[in-house]
């Protein structure tokens, strides 16, 4: 009987795969005139990426790109590879890769999937992006446990790549009995292991194997067993599909189109309801940053909004290239003039901190001419002042951050008191904090003379509002243990008020980046500050 089932389950999945991957030559997508990553750079890894393997299949699938320019064919046309998280699957006669692309280096944007022979010859390429992924499992006309089969590659790339463990937006008739949330759509999913055992088909475009992961089934709805989510965990295993079909990309499930994703996905009870209200994820199948990491008991924490990207900021302060920036710019903080490193990230996710660059007494300019790596942010020093970030700082920051959205960390250096300090300004959202620059536009709020907020402007009077209700200690209710400059407190308050997509953070005694969350409350005939920072 167990055989019936897994011969009906890898005939319902070998099924799926001809419906995603049955196209016709027409309908292809159309090669882009205007790719919006540089594929020149898509090739390019560390030789460490290649010494994982026993072939060097990224030289074998860049030669293979020379010759049929499929990267121009490709749905995603914005996502760059991370070859250190790229799974193989090798057997005697073929072998099978599946590629995480992202553009962000937060989520992934796609899977690259390709299959070679026993002569290392590439014999099929496919690209799955989001958007096609969603069209598939949202699609009811499609049988459930080929979605799950299908879902779950994705799963497991998103958690080699990134280390997710909670996904989101999952229809309710799927997983069934494994979900925490089914209003929410959300599951938690850990120790993911794919087994090397696989079978081959179709001359070895089609890859069938099993992989085994962990569900934790913490419900977070009262007492009982199962609100605690260590108590009920299960290990199962589930058999996936891998690999490429002789057409070079899928249409939509239920033919026509190309391969960009769109197309009518049935819509029916079944689909489930965004618990964040206005924080959506740029992928369908993650929790947006911060919503609750799949609990969603307070989306709205200010903490949990931001927990993403402070971590992101600290593993990039924690590298050795942010480290070796932090250890010049703190030795620049009581110097005369500012200084100012740029920061940059390989295509292999490794990190590039230029040296720093002297600068007048109080401006810099950053050096990213140095940089050989995508600018991703920066740090400078205030020249023996406070670390405050100044309106300067804010703006220059969300003007970057406005054109490339790889940029997301500014790292400010200054003296308070005898002791050197440092704050920083973390991007949560592009969307946000573009939305906050057309709001409060530099030339209704910058004083070039000052390089501060200008007097009267609406941030000016926002934050001056906060530092007066902050500087009266007799009120002010602060948990944070830190000591602050009033104009932080100020920045902390508005862009926690307008949601400005950017956070500000300060490094405390063991060198990590806590988030400062300051609003106002109202009191008996009075009003408070109230500040704390994350843990």
């Known amino acids: 009987m167990m055989k019936k089932k897994m011969i009906l389950k890898l005939s319902m999945l070998a099924a799926l795969l001809a419906l995603l991957w049955g196209c016709r030559t027409e309908d292809l997508v159309k090669p882009e005139k205007d790719p919006q990553r540089n594929n020149a750079e898509f090739f390019r890894h560390s030789a460490s990426a290649s010494a994982k393997n026993s072939k060097d299949y990224i030289s074998i699938l860049e030669e293979y790109h020379k010759k049929n320019d499929f990267l121009s064919l490709m749905p995603d046309q914005k996502g760059m590879p991370i070859w250190e998280k790229m799974y193989v699957v090798e057997t005697e006669k073929a072998s099978c890769l599946m590629i995480p692309l992202s553009y962000n280096d937060e989520t992934m944007s796609s899977i690259l999937f390709v299959t070679l022979d026993g002569q290392n010859r590439v014999t099929g390429v496919k690209n799955i992006d989001n958007a096609i992924l969603k069209s598939v499992v949202y699609n009811q006309r499609i049988s459930k446990e080929a979605r799950e089969q299908f879902f779950l590659n994705f799963m497991l790339m998103d958690n080699r790549t990134f280390g997710n463990e909670h996904f989101a937006g999952i229809p309710k008739d799927l997983f069934v009995g494994d979900k925490s949330d089914d209003r929410y759509g959300t599951m938690r999913l850990k120790d993911f292991k794919p087994s090397d055992a696989?079978?081959?088909?179709?001359?070895?475009?089609?890859?069938?194997?099993?992989?085994?992961?962990?569900?934790?089934?913490?419900?977070?709805?009262?007492?009982?067993?199962?609100?605690?989510?260590?108590?009920?965990?299960?290990?199962?295993?589930?058999?996936?599909?891998?690999?490429?079909?002789?057409?070079?990309?899928?249409?939509?499930?239920?033919?026509?189109?190309?391969?960009?994703?769109?197309?009518?996905?049935?819509?029916?009870?079944?689909?489930?309801?965004?618990?964040?209200?206005?924080?959506?994820?740029?992928?369908?199948?993650?929790?947006?940053?911060g919503c609750g990491d799949g609990t969603y008991t307070n989306p709205d924490n200010p903490c949990n909004k931001a927990r993403a990207s402070i971590t992101k900021a600290n593993a990039?302060?924690?590298?050795?290239?942010?480290?070796?920036?932090?250890?010049?710019?703190?030795?620049?903080?009581?110097?005369?003039?500012?200084?100012a490193a740029a920061l940059g990230q390989y295509p292999d996710n490794t990190y590039q901190a230029t040296a720093p660059v002297e600068g007048a007494q109080h401006s810099s300019n950053v050096p990213v001419g140095l940089l050989n790596s995508t600018n991703i942010g920066d740090g400078h020093s205030h020249s023996g002042n406070s670390a405050a970030p100044s309106a300067g700082d804010l703006y220059g920051m969300l003007e970057m951050a406005a054109t490339n959205p790889k940029f997301k960390y500014r790292f400010v250096y200054g003296i308070s008191g005898s002791s050197i300090e440092s704050y920083a300004l973390v991007l949560n959202s592009q969307t946000a904090a573009i939305a906050f620059l057309a709001a409060y536009p530099r030339s209704e709020n910058y004083d070039p003379e000052t390089h501060g907020f200008l007097e009267n402007s609406n941030l000016w009077n926002e934050i001056e509002k906060m530092k007066i209700i902050y500087n009266n200690k007799s009120t002010a209710l602060d948990t944070s243990g830190e000591t602050y400059e009033p104009r932080v407190v100020g920045l902390a308050y508005?862009?926690?008020?307008?949601?400005?997509?950017i956070n500000i953070a300060k490094l405390d005694t063991n060198g990590n980046l806590k988030k400062i969350n300051a609003t106002i409350e109202k009191i008996p005939n009075d009003e408070r500050a109230k500040i704390s920072k994350c843990p």
């Open 198 to 289: 696989v079978t081959t088909q179709q001359a070895g475009k089609l890859f069938i194997g099993m992989v085994c992961v962990t569900v934790v089934h913490c419900t977070h709805h009262g007492s009982g067993a199962c609100d605690a989510c260590s108590a009920c965990q299960t290990t199962t295993c589930t058999p996936t599909i891998m690999g490429t079909a002789d057409d070079p990309f899928p249409t939509n499930p239920g033919g026509g189109g190309g391969g960009s994703g769109g197309g009518s996905i049935p819509v029916g009870p079944d689909l489930p309801e965004n618990p964040c209200r206005s924080q959506v994820s740029s992928v369908f199948y993650r929790p947006a940053p």
């Open 494 to 501: 508005i862009f926690e008020k307008v949601n400005a997509g």
């Open 316 to 339: 990039v302060l924690h590298s050795t290239a942010g480290q070796t920036m932090d250890a010049a710019l703190k030795g620049k903080a009581g110097a005369q003039n500012e200084w």
